[in-house]
């Protein structure tokens, strides 16, 4: 299991954008989304991910609203915006270019070279 | 953009109660986290004692929350404001003098700009401003204009059935009588033609607008009634239009009133037909031509068909041919924007002089502050405080001092409006005065830009500050720190320059109206009152009659105890008097063109109660009958100008039909020249002739334009005499109100309006200039004072004298005036061209002026220096030594 301070500086910003773009999810939902969607791969410091909600939420990636959980407790839900679509879909097609990158070259053998 | 946008808003909305926010989110967590090990098989209180240890610092997070949220940034700001505030409240003087100069700066330019913004920004309040135009005539001779005026009868007729425009003529306004019950009101008429509201643009709120048929001579009389008259004495009866009214001591019918938000040019409480005609009034240039161009029609279109039209005009007029004469469309608010630009643009020029000065003032205090301060910013600089936030923080300070210093402009910016309002009035303007968004507005830009023009010269300074040296100099060691002062002595010198051109160009105005106002005026008018009345009347149409309410008043005046003398004439000195042609029997250079003179009707005794001095033959007395020989009385002008080496006893006079024998010459009176511009009052050829000799056609026009004057001289003081002469004519005529009370002082102040409004305008601008630039010389020697003290307290155990100490404590400030006069002498010798059209009796380059001002400034200077240098007298050199 690893934590999020051992991945890329920017990783977390694109992974809650991914968790809320499925859907309005409060803060612990995001949370529990990231784990479920990675397949309990990444475990996120739970401290550090509302910084980045705040961070989102400032720049208009994400807006939030206050709403009722599923165990009935007044919870703060996140939800994409238009322009987080988009710096999502931009962000997702950098990030796979990146890593099909990084792949090829480190699946370079020698004889290829 | 837009969601950035949003969430910034929602940001500021939210900030309030960010910090509950953040523990209900976060304890939400916890909780669900806590419920979610508890369904998982962890016991309760190991559950929750996880789910916070898990969670991490709660105090941390929420910190980190604010600042990735952008709200740290906004706290700074909240911040500064409180510390700029708190800086503001430590040193009071400072704040308060601030303050107060930005406030008098930005309210002097906040309502010098709402003239501007009503009389030449905003449009005249009708539809389609664009399409309404004046049509003046222009003469020429050869290439050179020379005059642009109304027009006669003769145009209106040529002009009226025109295709490609719609026109109406306006003639002037004057008093009227309105009767009401058994008494009169004296309310102000203005003459229309028909088709007036249509040209403009406006609608009636009720009835209709004259129709051609009451709009000619000898139609039937009506009436529009202006909707404040119709609220004020009809207390908005609609059932008075189409009732008849008593008007000019004739009924006329109620056809109209006018729209509640109509604004025509200057004050009017009723229109009445203009009927104009090639008689009369209409053979003079009288009328002024109003036109809305047709919807299909181009400006070029128009003007053509207006020059066309034209030459059917003139052809009807013996204009001289060397004049070349031409119909001229002319943007509708010509006369007024032109009658006002020049003296806005100047005193725009001495507010924004007057806000520099201002800003200059405040840059140096805040440097002088500065400099008290740099052990402050040393020390934040030291632990760590960057550069940046220093520079924000000094920035805040500025736009808290700015917003300050506009509220308080705003505040005097108001009451100057008002003030002004009833200066403005009298140019006519068609819009009110207010502070509507625009001047809103440039209070604001000219708060925010006066904040970063005084804030830029501290921060530019803060951030040279060199800690070593700011911590080492703050505490006891300092000894005068020479690098920081050019900044400053600069900004000192700038402001006294400035002051010289608002106090040369004060200097100026001043003495062209003192000049102006110690002009011999030729008459006596101590103890002398002037009440006029309105004799537009149906009851005055005929020459007996008018002459008979005179005798009959008259005798009744004279009759009361305390009155001297009393008589009635068209006009009184310093007015506007009525303009007449004359031939000159037995002169034969010049037989077509008439000879241009001031005209006055008067009674018996006019001359004995003004002390006008009689300088050959007689004035006239009761000889002087309806029946008698035809005579005139005229000016020691006219005489010089037009009977240059002839008797003027043995001359007479052609007007109209009629013969005048010349039977006396008079002394000149000062009055507003109707002939010439030769400025606000002068001279003129002027030429009397008796009330009773007046023809019953010569009356009527007269009184068309000028209501008499009863002019009385008696003990007792003005309001005494004005209730004898309102009391005889009561006697008379109960319905024949009296219109105005004036003393001859006041007649004067009418006259030179404008030139007192300049005087006192700009002068109070310069006493502003003044007082701001001795500030800022002050600031440099008590600065100089307070640096130099233990210098001053060394030299002084040495044996120094004092004065000597003083000298050199002077000095600095006594070097920048004279610098900063000499620079200022420059600018204003540069820059009083600008004044040329507004000056009398005094030149643009009047050395003596310039002198004296030069001296004042550099002596006010000397004084404020002196006053900060008696801080060296009262040292105690033991005091001082023992404090280093």
Known sequence: MKTLADLLPGTLDLLVLKAASLGPLHGYGILLRIQQISRQMLQIEQGSLYPALYRLEHAGLITSEWGVSENNRRAKFYQLTRSGHTRLRKETEQWTLFSTAIGHALDARPEEV | MPDRLKALARMLLRRSRLGSDMDDEMGFHIAEYRDDLIRSGVPQAEAARRARQEFGNIGRTKEDCREAGGFSMFDEFVRNVTYALRQLRRAPGFALSAILTLGLCIGANTAVFSVINATLLRPVPYPQPDRLVTIVREMRRGGDL????????????????????????????????????????????????????????????????????????????????????????????????????????????????????????????????????????????????????????????????????????????????????????????RDNRAALRNRLLLLSAAVVIVLLIGCVNIASLKLARGAARRREMGTRIALGGGTASLLRQLITESLVLGAAGGAVGLGLGYIAIDALQAVVVRYGIWQELRLDSHVLLATLFLSLLVSVLFGLAPAFQATGVDIRAALLEGGSLGVAGERSHWLRHTLVLAEVALSLVLLVGAGLLIRTLLYLQHRDPGFDGTNVVAASASLEDARYNESDSVNRLYRESLDAIRATPGVEAAAVGLHVPYQRWLNDGVRIAGNSSSPIEDYGTALNYVTPGYFEVLRIPVREGRVFDERDAANSVPVAV???????????????????????????????VVGDLQQQPGLMRSGPIALEPAMYVPATQFSSAGFRMAHTWYSPSWVVRATGGRAQIARTIEKAIAAVDPQLPVATVHSMTDERDAALQSERINAWLLGIL???????????????????????????????????????????????????????????????????????????????????????????????????????????????????????
């Not at chain 2, 009977?643 to 039909?657: H, M, N």
């Not at chain 2, 130099?788 to 070097?815: C, H, K, N, Q, Y």
């Open chain 2, 634 to 664: 005229v000016s020691a002008t006219f005489v010089n100008k037009y009977l240059k080496g002839r008797d003027p006893l043995t001359c007479a006079l052609g007007s109209g039909p009629l013969t005048l024998q010349i039977v006396g």
């Open chain 2, 146 to 333: 020379v005059s642009t005026s109304g027009q006669d009868g003769y145009a209106w007729e040529a002009l009226k059935d025109a295709r490609s425009f719609q026109v109406a003529a306006i003639g002037g306004t004057s008093g009227v009588n309105l009767g009401i019950g058994n008494g009169a009101l004296y309310v102000q008429q203005q003459r229309v033609s028909a088709g007036y509201f249509r040209v403009l643009g406006v609608p009636l709120a009720r009835g209709r607008e004259f129709d051609e048929s009451e709009d000619r001579p000898g139609g039937p009389p009506a009436v529009i009634l202006s909707y404040g008259l119709w609220q004020r004495v009809f207390h908005g009866d609609a059932s008075i239009v189409g009732r008849t009214v008593l008007l000019r001591g004739a009924p006329f019918v109620v056809v109209g009133i006018a729209d509640e938000t109509f604004r025509p040019r200057g004050l009017v409480d009723l229109w009445t037909p203009l009927m104009p005609s090639t008689k009369g009034e209409g053979q003079g240039l009288n009328y002024d031509l109003i036109a809305r161009l047709r919807s299909d029609t181009t400006w070029a279109q128009a003007s053509a068909e207006a020059q066309t039209r034209g030459i059917a005009a003139f052809a009807d007029r013996k204009i001289p041919s060397t004049i070349s004469a031409r119909m001229v469309l002319a943007p509708f608010d």
């Open chain 2, 766 to 884: 310069a006493a502003l200039a003044l007082s701001l630039a001795l500030v800022g010389i002050y600031g440099i020697a008590a600065n100089a004072v307070a640096e130099r003290t233990r210098e001053f307290g060394i030299r002084m155990a040495l044996g120094s004298s004092t004065a000597r100490l003083m000298w050199d404590a002077v000095a600095p400030g006594m070097l920048l005036s004279a610098a900063g006069v000499t620079i200022g002498g420059l600018l204003a010798a540069a820059s009083v061209g600008v004044l040329k059209g507004l000056l009398y009796g005094v030149r643009p380059f009047d050395e003596s002026t310039f002198l004296v001002m030069a001296g004042v400034l550099i002596g006010v200077s000397g004084i404020a220096s002196l006053i900060a240098a008696l801080g060296v007298a009262r040292l105690a050199p033991a005091n001082v030594l023992r404090q280093a």
